[in-house]
């Protein structure tokens, strides 16, 4: 049973950075597919950085440019660095993570909240104007 938990959440000012971890515990296969998402009040949970074995990230328009998704498999860690911050990036952020053995998701699934098996708790990020 994978688990996940983010950390590296924060308040900064419009224009600032934040670097978001997420770390695994219980891994028993070489390749996943994970994600992160995130979540503002009132509005539904979308997905912004994806990346699986390829090592090739897809993002949401609304970051590309802006945010930067990667991984460690030595030490089973997902990461996002988040520069130029806007107020509308202030979400809850979640990382999710595929069942074991996922090596790619087709273009267009990958934002999709059925691929994945496993959520962490979230962090929330808060950006001010």
């Known amino acids: 049973q994978v688990q996940l938990v983010e950390s590296g959440g924060g308040s900064v000012q419009a224009g600032g950075s934040l670097s978001l971890s997420c770390a695994a515990s219980?891994?028993?296969?070489?390749?996943?597919?994970m994600a992160w998402f995130r979540q503002a009040p009132g509005k539904e949970r979308e997905g912004v950085a994806y990346?699986?074995?390829?090592?090739?990230?897809r993002y949401a328009d609304s970051v590309k440019g802006r945010f930067t998704i990667s991984k460690n498999n030595a030490q089973n860690t997902l990461y996002l660095q988040m520069n130029n911050l806007k107020p509308e990036d202030t979400a809850m952020y979640y990382c999710?993570?595929?069942?074991?053995?996922?090596?790619?998701?087709?273009?267009?699934?990958?934002?999709?909240?059925?691929?994945?098996?496993?959520w962490g708790q979230g962090t929330q990020v808060t950006v001010s104007s």
């Open positions: 999710a993570s595929s069942f074991g053995g996922c090596k790619r998701l087709p273009v267009g699934w990958e934002f999709q909240l059925s691929a994945y098996a496993y």
């Open positions: 219980g891994v028993t296969s070489s390749s996943y597919c």
């Open positions: 990346i699986d074995i390829s090592e090739r990230p």
